[in-house]
């Protein structure tokens, strides 16, 4: 219909009015996309019933966020993250096949050119927080291990910073690695017990988590992507299901299947086999990559 | 139901999850707002299916419109307008009863400290334009004339600008009035035939009305605020029905009701009697108030 046809602006056809604007739009998709967009805001913009100040609020809101955002903090991000919008977005886009492992959010803390490290190496450069032991195996749907995979792995410390936050305080390249499985498809490298942190809440977002009762923290776990000629690529976290914040993780990033038990071990010889000092924590956690279709 | 027993996260219960974190939160109407905002987003996402990339475009875009804005020029505003939210906005705040006069958006341009005038002042400063006489009657909705009335009139001049877009240019407070209605509710002023103007697309809201294949218009218009104890203020303008942009309106602020005829006058007598050199518009248009309830 053309605007003419459709006729002026009213409280019951505003989303169609504005959308019939959109007749000759230059980029299909952007119209598409914008058409959607304009039919749920307005559908929540006749449910809310905003007054004239409760606009202008959410106006301001907007444009605090707008204003914390630059190179180094992406304020947007992280309204998406807390919305949940993030987490959707990725489950959408990487809806797997039954038995595969499964994804969520990439986070804004990895760092492309971390070092490829022998099997078994210690990521831990600074020999801070309780130690731990992570192993298992990267496999195919059909449980063939998966040779010559490639496990990129970052973590927060021990006091809840990626290196990249601390420059200057861990070395660089503290607790990242990058390992590639043998024939066996087997994995096992040297890290720290992650522990929970909070995202950044010093700015509109924080307030707004504040205001709606809610703690910004996201509970211990630690990221990977991981890569195999033949598979699709999996970015994921594996987490401790004994954090105090595994059911309300910040961010939404929490499945079932990505729970991985973080195990204390205090038997000498198990501690002596490991190769290590003292007690330290074992995670032992498969990952099963989806074929490339 | 608390966190624990809503779940982790997936996409079919998204928007459920994340609502179930408001469950403390410490403003009953912000979390109830927000309940809605994310309910709304999360369907628009799972229609739209957006990529990664798409996504990202979204953050991108976002940010622009934030950085855009500033003490002088609100994008986000700019993006509300043009996405038909301030006039659903309006609308939903100014039900107004059958036979009153509707209301549409304020504007950015109203200034609080224009001079009251004499009725029949001419608002125009600078003898810029085509001469036009306005006149009609400010009325209850049971037709009788309401005395005392306070109307303040705003509009750009013959080139689609106002005078504070133009300090130096155009005489402070050119083209804006208030004047008060005697006991028989009637007004008149003279200012000049209002054009159409675009609204300021230079930043990433004209983009997107460019990939939308939207112009940036609003169709010639005067802006009135109308005052009287005892009755509701009314926020509206009067519209030409012949301007190239009467149907599309870049902000949807056009109502049927609001169509006012601009006539020419050519006849001398008409022309000396109305206190003109040459041929004028005429414009006649009453306003009728809702009482306040």
């Given at each position: ?15 169609e ?10 980029d ?14 307005h ?58 492992s ?17 099997m ?6 600074d ?8 192993k298992?195996?990267i496999?195919?749907?059909?449980g063939?291990p ?50 929970c ?9 924080g ?9 910004p ?25 004994d ?51």
């Open positions: 219909m053309s605007s003419e046809e459709q006729g002026y602006f009213t409280e019951d056809n505003s989303a009015v504005v959308i019939s604007r959109n007749a000759d739009a230059k299909a998709r952007v119209a598409e996309v914008m058409g959607a967009i304009t039919r749920h805001l559908a929540a913009v006749k449910e809310i019933e905003p007054t004239q100040e409760e606009w202008f609020e959410a106006i301001q809101f907007l444009t605090k966020v707008g204003h914390a955002s630059d190179d180094w903090r992406q304020e947007f991000i992280l309204l998406s993250d807390s919305l949940g919008v993030s987490m959707l977005v990725d489950a959408i886009n990487n809806r797997k096949p039954s038995g595969a499964e994804s969520t959010v990439l986070g804004p803390f990895h760092v492309a050119d971390a070092p490829e490290l022998p078994g190496s210690d990521i831990c450069l020999q801070k927080g309780e130690p731990m032991l992570v298992g195996r496999v195919g749907i059909d063939a998966i040779s010559g995979a490639k496990i990129d792995v970052w973590q927060a410390n021990d006091e809840g910073f990626y290196d990249v936050q601390q420059k200057g305080l861990q070395p660089d390249f503290n607790l990242r690695g990058v390992f590639r499985t043998g024939d066996d498809g087997t994995y096992h490298f040297k890290g720290v017990k992650p522990k942190y909070p995202i950044p809440d010093d700015g509109p977002v307030k707004l988590l504040e205001t709606l009762g809610r703690h923290f996201r509970p211990a776990h630690l990221h990977y992507i991981l890569e195999a000629d033949g598979f699709e690529t999996l970015i994921t976290h594996i987490f401790d299901p954090d105090p914040y595994i059911h309300t993780d910040a961010v939404f990033g929490v499945k079932e299947s990505l729970l991985a038990k973080f195990k204390r071990v205090e038997d000498p010889e198990d501690i002596a086999e490991a190769g290590f000092d003292g007690p330290f924590f074992e995670v032992v956690h498969d990952f099963v990559l989806a074929p490339t279709s």
